[in-house]
């Protein structure tokens, strides 16, 4: 069979995502024939992805989240504000990718969680199957837990999933631990996405703690935290345009642009991860064995809910701020066995060939935009 991917660009998770799926594909006889990313004037396209992808890369311009003044927290009014500014450019878009899949003719279009990519399957209805895969989807498993006090920001995190996700053939909810499937629900719960160099890796206990921030104005909190605690030693990667390869400011602190064989060399060598709350970075690290503290994006509800999640599965502890002693201070958080959860991220092969057998001779259903019977509740 032949796919296609949609990509969101913002952040790295649902990149390394793709191309682990990648991957997956071609070791079961399957092709990918190209990728659509979505692209924003802040980030650029990293060089590992354009590396390791294999396929033709397609640069859209697709809806991002804009932050504050100090680049740090997520802005939801101006977010929605400045891309309401560009629907002229994201039909431009949706006719681009349009003209891409006609000239593909993929037999399943996949979406790791990007916006143009529900809204294309909804309002061009392609006659390709149209797959969404991400952490986000488990929302529509019954034992996800939202963060709470947040009505509209919970409101608006399962709006735009939904739009993510029109017309779906399959909802692939990446979890980090196996899930109990009920009959009724329009999710099916799948291990996280490892890149294959992870379980080559061999873990070391090192003398630094690993840090990656997904907007710069944290840049400030680490080197706040690494003056206070001159002791301990931190290798932080960002994703600063302008930045050199490495710099030191601090005695104790290095900046490194993001590399991703030298992130998952560190990764393997750290004592603990301290990140953003995504889902990709803390799936490897527990795979590798190491403690994790993650600190959810401000203004950013999914990842609130990301950080409740791995505390619930006992991957890692949550933290409001950049302060590494407090994982310096805490043992080895419980995590599930590593042979129960390498275990779980190793059976991709056989979720992978039920899906295919499940889909192959599937009629597409009708377009529903809320999988569970009702429009979100606020609240």
Same mark, same amino acid.
């Given at each position: 069979m032949n796919f296609l991917f949609i990509v969101q660009g913002e952040g790295r998770g649902h990149m390394t995502q793709a191309i682990s799926f990648s991957r997956l594909l071609?070791?079961?006889?399957?092709?990918?024939?190209?990728?659509?990313?979505?692209?924003?004037?802040?980030?650029?396209?990293?060089?590992?992805?354009?590396?390791?992808?294999?396929?033709?890369?397609?640069?859209?311009?697709?809806?991002?989240?804009?932050?504050?003044?100090?680049?740090? /927290?997520?802005?939801? +009014? %101006?977010?929605?504000? *400045?891309?309401?500014?560009?629907?002229? @450019?994201?039909?431009? #878009? $949706?006719? =681009?990718?349009?003209?891409?899949?006609?000239?593909?003719?993929?037999?399943?279009?996949?979406?790791?969680?990007?916006?143009?990519?529900?809204?294309?399957?909804?309002?061009?209805?392609?006659?390709?199957?149209?797959?969404?895969?991400?952490?986000?989807?488990?929302?529509?498993?019954?034992?996800? /837990?939202?963060?709470? +006090? %947040?009505?509209?920001? *919970?409101?608006?995190?399962?709006?735009? @999933?939904?739009?993510? #996700? $029109?017309? =779906?053939?399959?909802?692939?909810?990446?979890?980090?631990?196996?899930?109990?499937?009920?009959?009724?629900?329009?999710?099916?719960?799948?291990?996280?996405?490892?890149?294959?160099?992870v379980k080559l890796l061999e873990p070391k206990a090192g003398d630094f703690y690993l840090a990656y921030m997904v907007n710069l104005g944290y840049a400030e909190e680490v080197?706040f935290f690494a003056k206070a605690n001159p002791c301990l030693k931190i290798k932080a990667y960002w994703d600063k345009k302008e930045a050199a390869e490495t710099e030191y400011?601090?005695?104790?602190?290095?900046?490194?642009?993001?590399?991703?064989?030298?992130?998952?060399?560190?990764?393997?060598?750290?004592?603990?991860?301290?990140?953003?709350?995504?889902?990709?970075?803390?799936?490897?690290?527990?795979?590798?064995?190491?403690?994790?503290?993650?600190?959810?994006?401000?203004?950013?509800?999914?990842?609130?809910?990301?950080?409740?999640?791995?505390?619930?599965?006992?991957?890692?502890?949550?933290?409001?701020?950049?302060?590494?002693?407090?994982?310096?201070?805490?043992?080895?958080?419980?995590?599930?066995?590593?042979?129960?959860?390498?275990?779980?991220?190793?059976?991709?092969?056989?979720?992978?060939?039920?899906?295919?057998?499940?889909?192959?001779?599937?009629?597409?259903?009708?377009?529903?935009?809320?999988?569970?019977?009702?429009?979100?509740?606020?609240?």
């Open positions: 071609e070791s079961q006889g399957h092709r990918l024939t190209g990728v659509i990313l979505g692209k924003s004037k802040r980030r650029t396209v990293p060089e590992f992805f354009e590396r390791e992808i294999q396929a033709p890369i397609h640069l859209v311009e697709s809806p991002n989240f804009e932050t504050d003044g100090n680049q740090k /927290k997520v802005s939801i +009014k %101006k977010t929605i504000l *400045k891309n309401s500014l560009k629907l002229k @450019t994201f039909h431009q #878009s $949706l006719n =681009a990718i349009d003209q891409i899949v006609s000239a593909e003719n993929p037999d399943v279009i996949l979406n790791f969680y990007d916006l143009l990519g529900g809204l294309y399957n909804f309002l061009y209805r392609p006659k390709a199957q149209f797959w969404v895969i991400g952490h986000q989807y488990l929302i529509h498993h019954p034992s996800f /837990k939202f963060a709470p +006090k %947040k009505p509209v920001d *919970k409101f608006l995190f399962r709006f735009n @999933t939904a739009l993510t #996700s $029109l017309g =779906a053939d399959e909802r692939l909810a990446l979890s980090f631990l196996p899930q109990v499937r009920y009959a009724k629900q329009k999710v099916r719960v799948v291990p996280p996405l490892l890149r294959p160099e080197i400011p601090l005695p104790n602190l290095s900046f490194h642009r993001v590399n991703d064989r030298k992130f998952l060399q560190d990764m393997a060598d750290c004592r603990g991860l301290v990140c953003t709350a995504g889902f990709e970075s803390v799936c490897e690290a527990n795979y590798l064995g190491k403690a994790v503290m993650m600190i959810p994006v401000a203004g950013q509800y999914e990842q609130a809910c990301n950080a409740l999640d791995a505390e619930a599965s006992g991957v890692g502890i949550a933290s409001v701020d950049f302060d590494f002693a407090k994982l310096e201070r805490r043992q080895r958080v419980e995590t599930p066995s590593s042979s129960q959860y390498q275990k779980w991220v190793d059976s991709w092969p056989l979720v992978f060939r039920e899906i295919i057998s499940e889909n192959v001779v599937r009629e597409p259903e009708s377009i529903e935009i809320f999988p569970q019977d009702s429009m979100p509740a606020i609240g």
